[in-house]
T-cell receptor, first 112, second 113 residues
Framework: DQQVKQNSPSLSVQEGRISILNCDYT??????FLWYKKYPAEGPTFLIS?????DKNEDGRFTVFLNKSAKHLSLHIVPSQPGDSAVYFC???????????FGKGTKLSVKP | NAGVTQTPKFQVLKTGQSMTLQCAQD?????MSWYRQDPGMGLRLIHY???????DQGEVPNGYNVSRSTTEDFPLRLLSAAPSQTSVYFC????????????FGDGTRLSIL
């Protein structure tokens, strides 16, 4: 049973607009969440994270929002750039074990 | 600064063959891990290690062995390759601690015929 779900396999956005990538989780023990970006033929790279004691974390053009009651988090990219085109993975870990559980990923395409 | 280095980048094996995927990191990270990524799937944890001499199983450990004799190296061994092990394998490392993001290598693409 999938504990971390990214229900949109793909997303297409126009350059300059906002990209919103969504992630849902089922395990209430998860208390730390991360987003990774992956380009073809490369390994994932860490993008941004959020602890469950916060509901928002911002880093430049990237903001992650956490809604604990809904077990939902989202990654906002504003403004979107063609170089943001990649697969984005949501990941979570829980307090009793630090290993990451990944979602299936969402492929973002930013069109010029 | 090389980061996490995986070798080889590509490999084709026949069913039943064995091989070792190499992973080395130069960041003095205590935590190292191996994932596999299959089409339409996220990364699934195979094995991990929190330090030299300490290893443990992840979500999908069957058919794989690991060892951690040094801080830098964390090889993954396929004992008897099966077509179901065709995948892209990623090694990652980080400092210990809950909020330490993992650094990934560029992956090994493995095909089992």
């Amino acid at each position: 049973d999938q504990q971390v779900k990214q229900n949109s396999p793909s997303l297409s956005v126009q350059e300059g607009r906002i990209s919103i990538l969504n992630c849902d989780y089922t395990n209430s023990m998860f208390d730390y969440f991360l987003w990774y970006k992956k380009y073809p033929a490369e390994g994932p790279t860490f993008l941004i994270s959020i602890s469950s004691i916060k509901d928002k974390n911002e880093d430049g053009r990237f903001t992650v929002f956490l809604n604990k009651s809904a077990k939902h988090l989202s990654l906002h990219i504003v403004p979107s750039q063609p170089g943001d085109s990649a697969v984005y993975f949501c990941a979570a870990s829980h307090r009793s074990q630090g290993n990451l559980i990944f979602g299936k990923g969402t492929k973002l395409s930013v069109k010029p | 600064n090389a980061g996490v280095t995986q070798t080889p980048k590509f490999q084709v094996l026949k069913t039943g063959q064995s091989m070792t995927l190499q992973c080395a990191q130069d960041m003095n990270h205590e935590y190292m891990s191996w994932y596999r990524q299959d089409p339409g799937m996220g990364l699934r944890l195979i094995h991990y290690s929190v330090g030299a001499g300490i290893t443990d199983q992840g979500e999908v450990p069957n058919g794989y062995n690991v060892s951690r004799s040094t801080t830098e190296d964390f090889p993954l061994r396929l004992l008897s390759a099966a077509p179901s092990q065709t995948s892209v394998y990623f090694c990652a490392s980080s400092y210990l601690g809950r909020n330490q993001p993992q650094h990934f290598g560029d992956g090994t693409r493995l095909s089992i015929l």
